[in-house]
T-cell receptor, first 111, second 113 residues
Framework: EDQVTQSPEALRLQEGESSSLNCSYT??????LFWYRQDPGKGPEFLFTLYSAGEEKEKERLKATLTKKESFLHITAPKPEDSATYLCAVQALGGSYIPTFGRGTSLIVHP | DTAVSQTPKYLVTQMGNDKSIKCEQN?????MYWYKQDSKKFLKIMFS???????INETVPNRFSPKSPDKAHLNLHINSLELGDSAVYFC????????????FGPGTRLLVL
């Protein structure tokens, strides 16, 4: 069974204090790993897709990296507007395209 | 312009009632989804439709019946609502069945009393 574990559950940072969120996964074969951002009371918003170990993607202050067992979402010099829950999901190789989501990391950035 | 819209935004109802949630996407996507997010924020896929055809049905009780009248719409009807159905239901769409990039609606907050 595919599993996704995100850590920490919650993270509080000061504005400008860089950090990383972790997404560990267990899947028979990885088709893709996805990062989403979810603001309170809203639907998830797509950030990145990673397909193979060693791949990296960047968007503004966010950088996602992938290894064979985990993915990191690095946040450089965060701002209060980066406060949100960050969700990780994986899709396994095979016939179906069912995504398995982690429970998310709730990030609060204090000014 | 709203890409994926859902109605209603809030739904409060009694146990045993039947209710429907509507979803529309104006992105021209082929694939649409229904997800359930529980009180602990765990997001789980329920159904997926590709070109109006059901392709994913994740062991959801028969009380839940999705209907896709056309590619742009995917509705969710729930019969005999139970307390455990209380959750936030999200509709989403993607360009292809593989679903690499999904666009989510704002969610429908269902509370069963």
């Amino acid at each position: 069974e595919d599993q996704v574990t995100q850590s920490p559950e919650a993270l509080r940072l000061q504005e400008g204090e860089s950090s990383s969120l972790n997404c560990s996964y267990t899947v028979s074969g990885l088709r893709g790993l996805f990062w989403y951002r979810q603001d309170p009371g809203k639907g998830p918003e797509f950030l990145f897709t990673l397909y193979s170990a060693g791949e990296e993607k960047e968007k503004e202050r966010l950088k996602a990296t992938l290894t064979k067992k985990e993915s990191f979402l690095h946040i450089t010099a965060p701002k209060p507007e980066d406060s949100a829950t960050y969700l990780c999901a994986v899709q396994a190789l095979g016939g179906s395209y069912i995504p398995t989501f982690g429970r998310g990391t709730s990030l609060i950035v204090h000014p | 312009d709203t890409a994926v819209s859902q109605t209603p935004k809030y739904l409060v109802t009694q146990m045993g009632n039947d209710k429907s949630i509507k979803c529309e996407q104006n992105l021209g996507h082929d694939t649409m989804y229904w997800y359930k997010q529980d009180s602990k924020k765990f997001l789980k896929i329920m159904f997926s439709y590709n070109n109006k055809e059901l392709i994913i049905n994740e062991t959801v009780p028969n009380r839940f019946s999705p209907k896709s009248p056309d590619k742009a719409h995917l509705n969710l009807h729930i019969n005999s609502l139970e307390l455990g159905d209380s959750a936030v239901y999200f509709c989403a769409s993607s360009q292809r069945e593989s679903g690499e990039t999904q666009y989510f609606g704002p969610g429908t907050r269902l509370l069963v009393l």
